[in-house]
């Protein structure tokens, strides 16, 4: 009996201190994109000045299941309480202390995450005390989607892969024209760090050359869809892209290889003239006197005809006595 006196006393005295005060919000839904910045907002009554070493300004963080809430920022006196701030917010989570004296408790969370949704707590106290609820949704949206096609060796069939990254949890739709391929599609997903949603999706199929294929991402909490092409053309694409530059780089190195050798050859035998031309002067330096073979034949025949002659001119002249 007497608990329940106390409990009625205390809300009784709490219930006549929030008359003095009353806060309000301009705002009671923010929705903030994952890794962008948030400012959600509070008010109250300043009567045209305020005391700032009067004033106490707590902003906590409530979600469902929570045995305990989450200190984001706490003014209280005219002085920041850093120690009491939870760890997920320290260095992200601000008060906008400029606009105080206007009666505006503005928190500012920058580099938004999955885990910062939830109900926010604004509680004012300055010549009384009063609080209100604010409700923060963080949507990521699956923006970039990676594709990749594969063709298994020796087959026809190809395999086409999405993958993305987002939150809440989306679905992946198949489509070629207006059919839909699901069905045979499989697709899984992993929970990050960050809280967010690794979805991969995988369709084997045996397409025609020319056929192009979507893939959808449904997210049905946020109804936003983002999608992406994948075609055949892209393998061939770059396999013939591929083939084209290794021609390209062949080409070059084969000429390069030629001119190389054709330079080597010619440095040889350029080479080898300077070598046997010493060796000729070596050997008419090493013997003056020598002569060539050829020479010594020709000077020997030269003689012989020379006495041949002075000995029949010399005949010629006896008889003519």
């Avoid at 709490?14 to 005060?21: G, I, N």
């Avoid at 885990?115 to 923060?136: F, P, R």
């Avoid at 949507?139 to 069939?157: H, L």
């Avoid at 060539?292 to 000995?311: C, G, I, K, P």
Wanted: hydrophobic fraction near 40%.
């Amino acid at each position: 009996m007497f608990q329940i006196l106390t409990i009625l006393l205390l809300e009784t005295q709490f219930s006549m201190v929030s008359a003095l005060l009353t806060v309000e919000v301009p705002q009671q839904l923010y929705t903030a994109e994952y890794g962008s910045n948030v400012t959600m907002e509070c008010r109250f009554p300043v009567n045209g000045s305020i005391d700032l070493g009067l004033l106490t300004v707590l902003w906590e963080q409530k979600r469902q299941g929570w045995l305990k809430s989450k200190e984001v920022y706490t003014f209280r006196n005219g002085k920041v309480l850093h120690p009491s701030q939870h760890p997920d917010y320290i260095g992200r989570a601000s008060l906008l202390h400029r606009e105080l004296k206007l009666g505006r408790a503005i928190l500012q969370i920058t580099n938004v995450k999955i885990t910062d949704a939830g109900s926010y707590l604004c509680l004012i106290e300055y010549q009384g005390v009063d609080y209100k609820y604010i409700a923060l949704e963080v949507k990521a949206s699956y923006k970039r989607i990676n594709t990749q096609v594969m063709r298994i060796p020796g087959e026809d069939t190809f395999v086409f892969m999405c993958q993305s990254e987002g939150f809440p949890l989306a679905e992946v739709f198949w489509q070629h024209e207006n059919f839909n391929l699901s069905g045979p599609a499989n697709t899984t997903y992993t929970l990050t760090a960050d809280g967010l949603y690794n979805v991969t999706s995988i369709l084997t199929i045996k397409p025609n050359m020319s056929e192009n294929y979507t893939c959808v991402f449904w997210n049905k909490e946020l109804n936003g869809e983002t999608s992406a092409y994948i075609s055949t053309l892209a393998l061939t694409s770059t396999q013939y892209s591929g083939q084209k530059i290794l021609i390209s780089l062949i080409i070059p190195i084969c000429v390069t290889v030629a001119v190389l050798l054709s330079a080597l050859i010619t440095f040889q035998k350029r080479k080898s003239f300077k070598n046997e031309k010493p060796k000729k002067d070596r050997k008419r330096k090493l013997n003056p006197n020598a002569k060539d073979e050829n020479s010594d034949d020709f000077s020997a025949q030269t003689e012989a005809l020379y006495l041949s002659a002075v000995t029949a001119s010399r005949d010629s002249g006896t008889v003519g006595l």
